[in-house]
């Protein structure tokens, strides 16, 4: 069955140039997908195209790349619910059109996240028994093999206990289908790992998950615990998530800044570094969020795939490696089966 994936082109910070230059790599190197759907200004798109002329790879074959020409842009000021009405034909939300019309297969975008969950939801809908959708965050840890997924990081920022038990069943989905864990290890973020601890909400979703056999439930993580590669998921709403991300990604970049300006305050650290430089490039590498393909939105009827803001080439080339992993997999079927299960199973007689 051919693969399609649309790509919104004008969403993210620098955009159509990244997005075009990720889409001609994903084209040309992964092997899968089909046809590359571009949605954009048509003159800017081929423009794009027609400058970059990266070194043809040997033995591949190319996918087909297209492009879709929209009038309009929903930009990262936008407000999200009103950018979804009044802009029709933005690149997005042509993007989202042509997965609910089966036309593609997948969707990546690096543009408004907040626009991009209302048009999802709007544009999709939800899969049948889903309370709300949840925003995904991959991050590496000390096992590197072993990325931890973040489930939710801003899609639904108040949840129930019901909300996150649906998030868990969702994470340990992608966990095992896009991250390769065979039985992935669920923790519910938490103030303390004693039952016990939390507030009412994560105080009954431990109970709710304690009691769900079709998952492997951990107990409660703290936050020292997120990157010792022992977790494969952690659940929390997506108010906490999101803060927990953006401080891990302020943390990341302050502990870059720090390292460059200490190099850089002796000839003999700077001369150091050089012997140090394979092992700070391999480090640099392992910490690399592009790897990880950005931000899966479950819980909608399509694959989506959120693409950092500041996107360059590397990242929306994983993004799509990402979203074609996830179509090759069924992932929006596995979650529904999984969902339906877990009602099926909750529902009385």
């Not at 460059?260 to 305050?265: A, D, F, G, L, T």
Request: neutral net charge; glycine residues 8%.
């Amino acid at each position: 069955m051919p693969v399609r994936i649309a790509v919104d082109a004008m969403g993210g910070d620098h955009a159509p140039r990244e997005i075009v230059r990720g889409c001609v790599e994903a084209a040309r190197h992964l092997k899968g997908i089909d046809e590359l759907v571009l949605f954009g200004d048509e003159p800017t798109l081929h423009a794009e195209l027609a400058a970059y002329k990266p070194k043809e790879p040997k033995g591949i074959s190319a996918a087909k790349i297209t492009v879709v020409h929209t009038t309009q842009v929903i930009t990262m000021e936008d407000s999200p619910t009103q950018a979804v009405r009044a802009k029709p034909d933005a690149s997005m939300n042509r993007a989202i059109k042509s997965v609910r019309e089966e036309q593609a297969d997948a969707l990546v975008s690096a543009g408004n996240t907040g626009a991009l969950v209302a048009a999802s939801i709007f544009g999709l809908r939800r899969i049948p028994g889903l309370k709300r959708p949840a925003l995904g965050a991959v991050i590496p840890t000390l096992d590197y093999k072993r990325p931890l997924l973040i489930l939710d990081v801003g899609a639904t920022p108040d949840c129930t206990e019901v909300e996150l038990e649906q998030f868990a069943i969702m994470g340990h989905v992608y966990s095992h289908v896009i991250l390769h864990q065979a039985t992935p290890s669920i923790g519910l973020l938490s103030i303390g790992t004693e039952e016990t601890k939390g507030n009412e909400v994560t105080r009954k979703t431990f109970e709710v998950l304690s009691r769900l056999s079709s998952i492997s439930f951990a107990g409660n993580v703290e936050g020292h615990s997120v990157f010792n590669g022992e977790i494969d998921v952690v659940v929390c709403d997506g108010f906490v998530g999101n803060v927990m991300l953006k401080t891990i990604e302020s943390v990341a970049r302050t502990i870059g800044h720090w390292m460059r300006h200490e190099i850089k305050r002796s000839i003999f650290r700077m001369f150091g570094a050089l012997f140090l430089s394979g092992a700070i490039y391999s480090m640099k590498k392992k910490m690399n969020p592009d790897l990880y393909g950005g931000a899966p939105l479950l819980g909608v009827n399509g694959i989506v795939i959120k693409a950092h803001g500041h996107s360059k080439k590397n990242a929306i080339f994983h993004a799509i490696r990402v979203a074609a992993e996830a179509v090759a997999a069924r992932m929006t079927e596995q979650i529904a089966a999984h969902l339906d299960k877990l009602r099926s199973v909750n529902e009385p007689g």
